[in-house]
């Protein structure tokens, strides 16, 4: 979203956003069945984040988006070290699911060096969730592929979507 004024709309509640406490969000949910979904790319109340179930995913995603160091400062999940300044050597998934009974839930929150994918214990089990469900009705969107490391790259219509992770949204807080 980037820039949003008073009339923009609370991606929660539907109201305009005004002048209170608000909380924007970068693109962080690829599928668009997902509840989640609105409040990628946008912004919500700061009261009505406050009291919703989905609170600690959605600022989870935020805080590794725009904490310090950003994401290239994330810890790899297979080697640990910082996952570095080059986007393209990277694999994450933010929010795959908001839903805790999804398979694709405990892969919410996974970044890793590309190349160290074949090294992480859950990699088959998450190529076999992935496939299972982003290839089903449930998912709508970008999907990761696998050739044979994992990527973001079309969306159905097969338009390459271009996630540039480094965006960050105004006005600055
Ligand atoms: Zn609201
Ligand atoms: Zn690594």
Redesign the pocket.
Known sequence: MALYHNATL?A????P?GTGAKVGFAPFVFNENDPLYTWSDSV??R??LETHPSRELALRAKEALEGEGGVSGLPCVVCGHALGSMGSEWFVTWVLSSDPHSPLFEFNHVWLHKAHFPAWVSAARFQSVVDGVMRSEAWKGSTVVFDPLPSWTADASGTPVAIDWSRRLGPKH
């Open positions: 609370c929660i509640c539907a109201g956003v919500v109340h009261a009505c």
